[in-house]
């Protein structure tokens, strides 16, 4: 366990001639905790020396121990917020006369100093957007990273379910058609019956393991035995299921899902732990990646090696190969510069920025990276549309679901263009309409889609017990 950085830990003088700046930053209860330890040099590079008193906070420069900003910090209803932020303005002292300068500085160090949270995507783009775009981007970033109350979750969990929901029911109908079937008699509209006999609006098993994995995360947070659990139940007792029946599993999420079952039966819970470690080629399916999406609203803004190996032990539930985990990253970094308010464009560049340093990080194997190579170290934009392919392999989807999601400007279109390449029909719609849904909201999923779609409270309770679980995390 750390340290605890008190008054008396480092050198420390007072703020000589203080400027109070207006600054509106909110924390959760353990956000809060985590600012009350501090931040304690470690080596000559650590700049700056951080403790908490009295309800207020201190930053100095560790070097000398001059006092640059303080900042008191109040009990709200709904955790804390910054009451009042003073920033040093003795020239001889600290050089910076500029507020909005203070306020990106001191939001930078509680957030990657003392909260670990990663706000690359904030810097990344400096270089081709004002000094004062930047600054302001704390406006739009500042409370999403630090507290939720910055993004309105309860529309993007809402519209992120319901985007692969509703892409699932879609596609249900014409699974395994071919594309040229398609082609003759492309789909335009939600259907029923087709290649399972379902009514309008039933959704298969992409949307209810996508369910389990959400209601895990809102009652029990990343509990991997309580996920195991969940899927067993819908594999076994219909559970979280569109009409009380179980029509659609690949052949690795049900052998994945019976070896979990004998797991859960022997109590070897560290067992269910380990299952990233024996994955093999065959695990490459696109079923982890199909329900991956809930797990966003845990890992968003976490340093992306924490969000790996989260993602990785989620995935490796059904699909352990570290193939699959690292599609599921890729689609979640992508998500979560959506969920940031990025342009979708700008969010595919720098999403494939960061997974090739992290690939460096890491010492990604070449032999991996070369399935990646269009999606990552190309522009997946250029590949052509004949080049696409919608089977179970993840690569495949994955793929084509970034390019529709990229090349197509409305939920609709998005959905039944992918669709329309036939073959793995309903997964490759839930996938791409995940990340429709996050990026056009759940107003721009058609209303005649989503009155037909089966169990719709339901769903809206879920992502209302996700958002309230999310906003205490």
């Not at 000398?64 to 209803?77: D, V």
Request: one cysteine or more; aromatic letters at 12%.
């Amino acid at each position: 366990m750390s340290e605890i950085a008190t008054k008396t830990t480092w050198e420390n003088h007072a703020i000589n001639n203080p400027k109070q700046i207006e600054i509106a930053l909110q924390f959760t209860e353990g956000q809060f905790s985590k600012l009350t330890k501090g931040l304690i040099p470690q080596q000559m590079e650590d700049k700056w020396f951080i403790f908490y008193e009295n309800d207020w906070l201190y930053f100095h420069r560790s070097w000398t121990g001059l006092g640059i900003y303080k900042a008191q910090l109040l009990k709200e209803q709904d955790g804390y917020a910054i009451k009042e932020f003073w920033a040093e303005r003795n020239q001889e002292k600290y050089s910076s006369e500029d507020d909005r300068t203070d306020i990106e500085n001191f939001s930078f160090l509680i957030a990657r100093g003392l909260l670990g949270i990663d706000v690359s995507q904030i810097y990344s783009y400096r270089n081709i957007k004002s000094k004062d775009d930047v600054i302001n981007g704390w406006s739009n970033f500042g409370n999403m990273l630090f507290t939720n109350n910055g993004v309105d979750y309860s529309d993007k969990i809402k519209a992120a379910l319901f985007g692969v929901a509703i892409g699932d029911a879609v596609g249900v109908p014409y699974e395994f058609s071919s594309r040229e079937k398609m082609i003759n008699d492309p789909a335009t509209n939600m259907i029923g019956f087709g290649t399972y006999n379902q009514p309008p609006g039933t959704w298969s098993d992409d949307s209810s393991l996508t369910f389990c994995l959400a209601e895990s995360l809102a009652t029990e947070g990343i509990d991997l035995a309580n996920i195991a659990s969940t899927f067993c139940k819908w594999k076994n007792s219909a559970y979280w299921t569109a009409r009380n029946e179980v029509f659609d599993i690949g052949n690795t999420t049900y052998s994945a899902i019976h070896r979990l079952s004998e797991i859960l039966d022997n109590g070897n819970l560290e067992e269910i732990r380990n299952q990233k470690n024996y994955g093999t080629e065959l695990e490459n399916g696109n079923g982890s990646l199909m329900r991956i999406i809930p797990l966003l609203f845990y890992i968003a803004g976490k340093p992306i090696k924490e969000q790996f190996e989260i993602t990785w032990a989620v995935s490796a539930l059904t699909h352990r190969h570290i193939r699959a985990a690292m599609s599921c990253l890729i689609y979640l970094k992508l998500a979560e510069k959506i969920l940031n308010g990025i342009d979708k464009e700008r969010s595919y560049t720098i999403m494939r920025k960061e997974i090739t340093d992290f690939w460096n990080e890491i010492d990604f194997p070449p032999e991996e990276r070369l399935h990646f190579r269009r999606l990552i170290q190309a522009d997946i934009r250029n590949t052509g549309i004949d080049d696409l392919k919608s089977g179970g392999y993840v690569i495949e989807v994955l793929e084509s679901s970034i390019w529709f999601f990229l090349n197509k400007n409305t939920y609709k279109e998005t959905v039944l263009s992918i669709i329309n390449l036939g073959h793995d029909t309903d997964t490759s719609a839930a996938i791409a309409g995940g990340l429709a849904g996050l990026y056009y909201g759940y107003d721009g999923i058609p209303e005649e889609w989503l009155n037909q779609i089966a169990r719709k409270s339901d769903i809206e309770n879920l992502a209302e017990l996700l958002e309230n679980k999310i906003a205490r995390y």
